[in-house]
């Protein structure tokens, strides 16, 4: 009989971005839900999902300068203020 193999499973990784702290940070301060960020973003012209805003936050999704942008803009603060 041959071994039997594992079923593969991908190693998460958290370190994606530097951006997911300061926006969990920004949205603790501020005292909104990650929904009131997603419908904001959405309102912004970004269509994302609860699920991706977690995964930015937790570093395990990475961002691009346009998202950024509608980002800073659902925080509302400058973005120049997520890259610190």
Do not use: C, H
């Not at 603790?28 to 012209?45: K, S």
């Not at 930015?56 to 999704?61: A, C, H, K, M, Y």
């Amino acid at each position: 009989m041959a071994p039997s193999k594992k079923p593969y499973t991908p190693k998460r990784r958290f370190n994606r971005n530097v951006v997911g702290k300061v926006v969990l940070k920004l949205r603790n301060a501020q005292g909104l839900t990650r929904d009131q960020i997603v419908a904001r973003a959405q309102i912004a012209g970004w269509n994302i999902s609860f699920y991706t805003l977690k995964r930015i936050e937790n570093g395990e999704r990475e961002v691009t300068d346009i998202e950024l942008k509608k980002l800073a803009r659902a925080l509302r603060v400058p973005a120049a203020t997520l890259l610190k």
